[in-house]
């Protein structure tokens, strides 16, 4: 444990009163699951973004699975995905048995690059494999390339369904991320955008979609809990007509979210506010590759590469050393390809995708959080400037 009382998080969720009076409305009610505040949440959130549907969820993991399962893939099926991201992208498509296939991210951005997409579409078609969608991921934030991969999608017959886990709430011209593509999911864990403390959130437009993933989020059953525990018709009188799964949100999460939903803009800004003072501050130091700035970008994370080329120490050791100082910090991510399971089970080894990798030896998730302060952040800059003048490799004057 950090015994520094002044330790600056990685993130930290913005939790006030009125999160706090909606938490003790739930629990004074009387129903804690699945119930009103669900609905309403739902209805609130649809009507903010535009989504055509929008079903609560207890996870993005589970938001992503019940997308998949209603996109009806199985085993022999292909799905396109970055290796750049979190395994609960990758690990619902292992649930229905078909398998992710990886694509390396972009020279000069985190998302997964359209032109290799667009190759191993071919190449995949070509093997007369089974490809039937691909899953971006808006890594920190930044829906770049999203429009590409949408038509690419779209000109290849392939369903688009976004990991918009980092995602929300970013507004583009063609509405909100996640919303206008086949489906949209984000991830209300207790550090992302707004939270819930777990839950997500699907947005999908096609309503035999959107009603296949409302009974499959709870049991199969072919009546929501609210309805079956407030309507006329005894609450037995249901049917189950399929196997299904316990996704749905409670009540509890939902009182939360609504609060959360309201704020989501008032968050956003502060997080940009406090990346236009990250860049500000971190920009003349020559040993540090900073992300542009960006206005349509959730800014979840604030993700810099050290330029360890120039620095006698490793990416590790920079994070130690930030630690040790009383800041804490994140690595996002290390590629799936190089992970265990889908290294043994695909064949990959390092060097199968180098962008990512190389990637992976440079990032560090700086501490980005809406109630952050101004100090804190310089603290943080002023630590990063330390090291680095430290570990600065001195460059030796050529001797003409
Ligand atoms: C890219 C990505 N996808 C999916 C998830 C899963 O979200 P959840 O924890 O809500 O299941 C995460 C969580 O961190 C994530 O970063």
Not at 109 to 127: E, G, H, R, Y
Not at 129 to 148: A, N, Q, T, W, Y
Not at 361 to 390: N, W, Y
Request: glycine letters at 8%.
């Amino acid at each position: 444990m950090n015994q520094n009382t002044d330790f600056i998080p990685f993130a930290l969720p913005s939790i006030e009163k009125e999160e706090e009076e909606a938490v003790l409305r739930v629990l004074r009610s009387g129903w804690l699951t699945t119930g009103k505040e669900t609905l309403a949440f739902e209805k609130e959130f649809a009507s903010y973004t535009g989504a055509s549907h929008a079903l609560a969820v207890n996870s993005a993991t589970a938001g992503l699975h019940l997308t998949m399962e209603a996109m009806g893939i199985g085993p022999g099926d292909v799905v396109i995905v970055p290796t750049y991201t979190f395994t609960a992208t990758a690990e619902v498509i292992r649930y229905c048995g078909a398998d992710p296939w990886f694509v390396d991210m972009g020279e000069t951005s985190w998302n997964m690059d359209p032109q290799k997409v667009s190759d191993t579409i071919a190449s995949l078609k070509k093997k007369g494999r089974s490809l039937k969608g691909i899953m971006p991921v808006h890594i920190g934030g930044d829906p770049e390339f999203l429009k590409d991969l949408h038509s690419l999608a779209v000109q290849n017959e392939l369903f688009l369904v976004e990991d918009a886990a980092h995602c929300f709430p970013v507004e583009t011209e063609q509405g909100y991320v996640g919303t206008y593509t086949d489906a949209g999911v984000y991830s209300f864990y207790a550090n992302k955008t707004i939270t819930t403390g777990e839950g997500g959130m699907i947005a999908v437009k096609n309503p035999e979609l959107a009603r296949r993933m409302e009974i499959m989020r709870l049991h199969g059953i072919d009546r929501p809990a609210w309805d079956r525990y407030t309507s006329q018709k005894a609450s037995w009188e249901y049917d189950i007509v399929a196997p299904g799964f316990k996704y749905n949100m409670t009540d509890i999460s939902a009182a939360i979210g609504r609060v959360q939903l309201s704020k989501a803009k008032d968050l956003m800004h502060k997080r940009q506010r406090l990346v236009a003072s990250y860049l500000e501050a971190l920009s003349d130091l020559d040993f540090l590759e900073l992300p542009l700035w960006k206005n349509e970008h959730a800014w979840h994370l604030f993700l810099i590469k050290i330029k360890t080329e120039k620095l006698s120490i490793g990416r590790n050791r920079f994070i130690e050393e930030l630690q040790e100082a009383g800041i804490g910090t994140s690595v996002h991510y290390k590629p799936l390809h190089m992970m265990s399971y889908y290294k043994e089970r695909y064949n990959l080894s390092n060097g199968n995708f180098p962008l990512a990798e190389n990637a992976f030896q440079r990032v560090i998730s700086l501490p980005l959080f809406p109630d952050m302060s101004e100090e804190q952040l310089q603290r943080v800059c002023h630590t990063i400037k330390s090291i680095g003048a430290v570990h600065r490799i001195r460059e030796t004057a050529g001797c003409g």
